[in-house]
T-cell receptor
Framework: SQKIEQNSEALNIQEGKTATLTCNYTNYSPAYLQWYRQDPGRGPVFLLLIRENEKEKRKERLKVTFDTTLKQSLFHITASQPADSATYLCALSNQAGTALIFGKGTTLSVSS | DTAVSQTPKYLVTQMGNDKSIKCEQNLGHDTMYWYKQDSKKFLKIMFSYNNKELIINETVPNRFSPKSPDKAHLNLHINSLELGDSAVYFC??????????????FGPGTRLTVL
């Protein structure tokens, strides 16, 4: 079965630095991978989607890379701000393409 | 306008009771989902419906029964509640079943506590 791992449960960085979150997966080659943000007491919110034929995708201060050889996605937040503090979830589709499988998330804390 | 709404937001009940959680989406999406997020924050798919048809039932006990009266609504009924059912339940929707180009929109969650 597909497995998805987010290496760090928690990441603490200082304001202005770049946060880098890692998502690794096994036993599957997904057609795409998504990143979501979840704030305490709220549902996940979609951030970015990257397809297997895309190496990199950007949206404002966010950047996602997708290395299908390493089976890894990196999620970067540049010029991080305290408002970026949240849990970030990596998700990929199951083999049938009918559901998302989520990683356990990385909780990012940005201190001022 | 709330895109995906759930009621109630909090639900506290005794073991053995039966309860329901309601979900509605006003996005015009074809597919709706129920997820369970446990105390370790692990988010796991339970069910998905596409145009009122059950697509996914991920080894969920029979005590859980989803019902979709129309494609904008997906309710979750739970019979004989157990302590282990305590979790946050999220409803979500997406434009189509394939997910190959679509993202999911999540509701605010329902925190269920079974005493």
């Amino acid at each position: 079965s597909q497995k998805i791992e987010q290496n760090s449960e928690a990441l603490n960085i200082q304001e202005g630095k770049t946060a880098t979150l890692t998502c690794n997966y096994t036993n599957y080659s997904p057609a795409y991978l998504q990143w979501y943000r979840q704030d305490p007491g709220r549902g996940p919110v979609f951030l970015l989607l990257i397809r297997e034929n895309e190496k990199e995708k950007r949206k404002e201060r966010l950047k996602v890379t997708f290395d299908t050889t390493l089976k890894q996605s990196l999620f970067h937040i540049t010029a991080s701000q305290p408002a970026d503090s949240a849990t970030y979830l990596c998700a990929l589709s199951n083999q049938a393409g009918t559901a998302l499988i989520f990683g356990k998330g990385t909780t990012l804390s940005v201190s001022s | 306008d709330t895109a995906v709404s759930q009621t109630p937001k909090y639900l506290v009940t005794q073991m053995g009771n039966d309860k329901s959680i309601k979900c509605e989406q006003n996005l015009g999406h074809d597919t709706m989902y129920w997820y369970k997020q446990d105390s370790k924050k692990f988010l796991k798919i339970m069910f998905s419906y596409n145009n009122k048809e059950l697509i996914i039932n991920e080894t969920v006990p029979n005590r859980f029964s989803p019902k979709s009266p129309d494609k904008a609504h997906l309710n979750l009924h739970i019979n004989s509640l157990e302590l282990g059912d305590s979790a946050v339940y999220f409803c979500a929707s997406s434009q189509d079943q394939g997910l190959r180009t679509d993202t999911q929109y999540f509701g605010p969650g329902t925190r269920l506590t079974v005493l």
